[in-house]
């Protein structure tokens, strides 16, 4: 018997997930609802995490990187509402093996499911493979720009960033400067479009 770990906020869709999870595979899940709350289990006692990609207080590809960090292994579907090249293949750096859209039918998630479970790669057939398969996984700006970047994004003063981030306002203000040169963005209202687009708030 399997055992997976789903962590999506909208509680309907988690329920609804695990229901037909446990109907076609013999398995026991755990479903949490505040990804912060699911940092407070170990990883490593899982075959397998379903993730959403955009929750509040944690990012999906933040937590799974966080857990990464912390030495857990374990293996990762993401199931998003987003189809973005730039985060498909963010999840693919990360390790990711499986991406599928939550209008995906159920047959389809149980397909992922078992391809995963075997260390397949597998991804919704809504998605241009290129975009999860391709090796190009650049990121524009840094792991430490992107959260400067977020909390520009949340309106916070580069004295503000400086402190939560425990670097100097001048620091804050530099980072600030090549997050405008590497994105080529001029004003404050497309870092924040960028931010929003590619889930960094």
Do not use: C
Request: overall charge neutral; charged content about 30%; proline content about 4%.
């Amino acid at each position: 018997m399997y055992k997976f770990l789903i962590i999506d906020d909208h509680e309907l869709f988690s329920n609804g997930l695990k229901q037909i999870i446990e109907k076609y595979i013999p398995s026991e899940i755990v479903t949490i609802h505040d990804p912060l709350l699911s940092l407070s289990v170990n990883f490593n006692d899982f075959d397998m995490a379903f993730v959403d990609m955009d929750m509040p207080h944690m990012k999906g590809l933040e937590l799974i990187k966080t857990v990464i960090d912390r030495g857990e292994k374990t293996r990762y579907l993401i199931i998003s509402m987003h189809n973005k090249p730039s985060l498909i293949r963010k999840a693919k750096k990360l390790g990711v093996l499986g991406y599928m859209l939550k209008d995906d039918n159920v047959e389809d998630i149980i397909k992922a499911t078992e391809a995963v479970l075997n260390d397949q790669v597998y991804m919704s057939p809504k998605i241009d493979q290129d975009n999860f398969n391709t090796d190009n996984s650049f990121t524009p700006i840094s792991p430490r720009e992107e959260q400067v970047l977020r909390y520009i994004a949340m309106g916070k003063t580069m004295k503000e960033i400086g402190d939560l981030l425990n670097i100097s306002p001048d620091t804050a203000i530099t980072h600030g400067k090549k997050i405008k040169q590497k994105l080529k963005i001029d004003s404050k209202a497309g870092l924040i479009k960028y931010a929003v687009e590619n889930l960094l708030t």
